[in-house]
Structure formats: structure tokens, C-alpha cells
């Protein structure tokens, strides 16, 4: 546990407020265009249901955009293929697409790391994008960032996902259903 806690205190070192727009508190949103349904949320799982396989199979994270068409259809740009611990969804979902949320996957099973909880910057890059996001984790658990809340929340827990088949919770770091900008930075 203190070997995983060290790491990522290393990795949110590594990056200050500063190398991504400054402090999140002060980003002022606009409201969400349109309010989030049962529909979207299983669009979401749906599409990660679809991605999670091939990121836990590589250990690579794997990003989007998710909005709605002209027609009010929920759409998802293709997934990019991101790094280990990092990924960057493309700048806009294309015309006439309202974007909704992000979307990454956390990769495969890594017992150093927090990988079954949003990190610190998962939060921060939605703040600063102007955008909620998805989250899927190894051990199958879906979370929503709420950009303008800053904070994430566990839509289901263990398993409701395609799951590592490696995954194994951690009895040391039990997993709330709600996380804040601010509880993230303490990690």
C-alpha cells in the first residue's frame, strides 16, 4: 500500500496545477447541455464493454469523446490509444456533435497503482476541458466525473464492466462511492 501511495504522490509530483491551466477552482463551466439519462450512462457502459478487453489485454488506456448528433443520438468519437497511464481524447467530436463527456479506460490490473478510482488529474483534465467523463477501471467499476461538482461517483461497482480476469480488490484501500477533486489530491 505505501509502495502504491508513493508512486502516486510521485506521479502527481511529477505535474503541478500550473502545467495544466492553473488551479481548477477557478474554471468557470457552463451548464451541462444536456441533462445525463439511464440512456447515456448505458451508452457508456456499452462502449466500454467494447474497449475494455483490448486496454486490459495491452495494459493501455484507451480515450473519446461521447455526445449527442443532430438527431439526438448518442455517438462516441473512435477510441485513441493512449499510454500506460495516460491517453488524450481528440479536440472535438466532429459537426454537429454536442459533446457530452470523455471517455478512458484505466487499462489492465496494476496492483502499485490506484486504478480503480479516478486519479487527481482524470478530475482536473475534465475541469479544464469543459467536459464531464467516464471512467472504466480493471475491476469492472464504472464512475462519472461531474466537471461542474468536481468530483467523481461510482454509477456501478465490480464486475459491471468487462473486468481484468487478474483484478483482485485491495482489503487495504477500500473504495468510496464519491470522490472530490480535493480527497483526490491527498492520494
Known sequence: MLRRLGLFLFALAACDDAELGGDPATIVMAPRPFAQTEAEIAFA????????????????????????????????TTARRGGKATCLPPASAGANVTVLASYHTHGHYKPAFLTEIPSYDDIRTDIEDGTDGYVATPGGRLWYIDARAQEARLICGTRCLVSDADFQEDPAFPVFPRYTLQDLRSF
Open 45 to 76: 457502459a456499452d462502449l466500454f464493454n467494447g474497449l475494455q478487453a483490448q486496454s486490459i489485454d495491452e495494459g493501455r488506456e484507451y480515450c473519446g469523446l461521447i455526445g449527442v448528433d443532430a438527431d439526438g443520438a448518442y455517438v462516441a
